[in-house]
């Protein structure tokens, strides 16, 4: 952060009780923006410490989205880690929780307890499916999201007749972003009103979310379709029919022919993708790639999907499009669209991005030293601001490593402190 400028949310003090993807991504995102995240962990840590272990109850995963916070580790079960937490919270700004819908009560860490101590507080409390209805009661992760949402037949990745789980858990990260920004519009609104508020996230709302017009009915044009595709489904489930029928009947069997437009293609020594949703970008690319489409200006009723003829020429213009693609290298294709103004950008992998030009001017790779695994780099804030600029405050923390200090703060001292972890109270730190 730049010296004289704080973030956007220094002085906010944060009480983190979360594992695995989606409240620990939300907690980080507030820290970007000069937030203090004090996390909670069992002794025996967040299970996401375990994802792609490194050892030393360390892994990529945890690593991965807990960057800039203060770790402590409490044992919740006991009375004396349940005063440190009230104390804790009678100091904090927001608390974020994201147990299942039982916890949070048993462990006397819920929004009626917490908000008694500091009407001020903003809770945001994050569950798998919402606090009512028949699933309130049942944990989930982000495959369960995927499943119960639709969010997993988007894609329709299957695997024998058997659906796949979408690689990216976009569940839980687009719900970690709903958190940030569900609390920063709290604070805002308890700048105006000087009260507190809980904030109710889950998984489900957030994967219903970002399917935008599937999860969407238009009753003058889908509901004779929607109700015919649901009855057809419901028979296919009866008679025991596959995955791929049921997925032929929601998505429709709609032929898609002659995309020359839209798409990926392989060139001589990798692949590039080109994007034209607009006529006038289309006839960009047509100029690029000497080449002329027959359907363009016709009206759709002359440009049937379903004609073979339709099709057969269609055909031909993707052979056509595929191999001038082919004829030429990536790196020759780019300055010839870039100069005709057609979208278009070489297929990466991941990996090759941390050391990628654009990546490294616009400061998307951050660089943070571990305490155990020294140098890591990884990917920045996901936004900057030129008043109140961001910046990763930390790596994160080994379980339990900041224990002692925050006790520190709270008035403790070394005694005190060795009794609460003889007793199990505290956990990790010595050894």
């Given at each position: ?5 704080p ?5 906010v ?9 989606a409240?620990?991504f ?8 000069g ?5 909670v962990?069992?002794?025996a840590?967040?299970?996401?410490r ?28 006991l ?11 009678k100091e904090?700004?927001?608390?974020i929780?994201?147990?299942r819908?039982d916890v949070?009560?048993k462990?006397?860490i819920?929004?009626?307890t917490?908000?008694?101590?500091n009407?001020r ?9 919402g ?5 309130a009661h049942?944990?989930?992760y982000?495959?369960?999201a ?7 037949s ?9 659906p ?5 858990p976009?569940?839980d ?6 958190i ?20 109710d ?9 970002i399917?935008g017009t599937?999860f969407?009915?238009?009753d ?13 489904i419901?028979e296919?489930r ?5 995955y791929?029928?049921q997925?032929?009947v929601i998505l ?9 437009y839209y798409r ?17 970008l ?8 000497d080449?002329?489409d027959?359907?363009?200006g ?7 999907a379903a ?22 290298t ?11 103004g ?8 991941t ?16 660089e ?7 140098p890591?780099?990884?990917?920045g ?12 405050q930390?790596?994160?923390p080994?379980?339990?490593?900041h224990?002692d ?6 008035g ?6 060795a009794?609460?972890r ?9 050894g």
């Open positions: 952060m730049t010296e004289g400028h973030g956007p949310l220094a002085g003090r944060v009480l983190e009780f979360s594992e695995i993807i409240a620990p939300g907690g980080t995102l507030l820290s970007d923006m937030a203090e995240i004090i996390k962990e069992p002794p840590g967040d299970p996401w375990g994802f792609q272990p490194l050892g030393l109850r360390e892994g990529r995963g945890y690593i991965s989205l807990n960057r800039g916070k203060r770790g402590i580790a409490l044992d919740l079960n009375p004396e880690a349940r005063e440190i937490v009230q104390q804790l919270a904090m700004d927001v608390v929780v994201n147990y819908p949070s009560a462990l006397g819920d929004y009626a917490l908000a008694a101590l009407p507080l903003i809770y945001c409390d994050n569950t798998a499916f606090r009512r209805g028949p699933y049942r944990p989930g982000d495959l369960i995927q499943a119960v949402t639709g969010l997993m988007v894609e329709g990745r299957q695997k024998e007749g058997v796949l789980v979408n690689a990216l976009s569940a990260i687009s719900t970690g972003v709903a940030a920004w569900g609390v920063c519009a709290a604070l805002y609104a308890r700048e105006r009103s000087g009260r507190g508020q809980r904030i996230t889950t998984l489900m709302s957030s994967a219903l979310a399917q599937r969407m009915s238009i003058a044009t889908d509901l004779e379709r929607r109700e015919q595709a649901l009855e057809k419901h296919l009866q008679h025991g029919g596959s791929q029928e997925l032929d429709g069997v709609r032929p898609v022919v002659g995309n020359i990926v293609y392989k060139t001589a020594d990798g692949f590039i993708a080109v994007g034209c949703l607009s006529t006038p289309r006839l960009k690319l047509l100029g690029a790639i080449m002329h027959w359907r363009i016709l009206p759709p009723s002359e440009v049937d004609d073979p003829e339709v099709q057969q020429r269609a055909e031909a213009l993707v052979q056509q499009a595929e191999a001038i693609f082919a004829a030429k990536t790196e020759e294709w780019l300055p010839i669209l870039d100069r005709a057609v979208p278009a950008g070489p297929l990466r992998f990996e090759e991005l941390l050391d990628d030009e654009q990546v490294l001017e616009n400061n998307y790779v951050v943070v030293d571990h305490p155990l695994m020294g890591v780099r990884m990917a804030p996901m936004i900057q601001m030129s008043e109140t600029p961001l910046r990763v930390g790596p994160s080994t379980l339990g490593q224990t200090d925050v006790l520190h703060e709270l403790y001292d070394d005694g005190r402190i009794g609460l003889a007793r199990g109270v505290l956990g990790a730190l010595p």
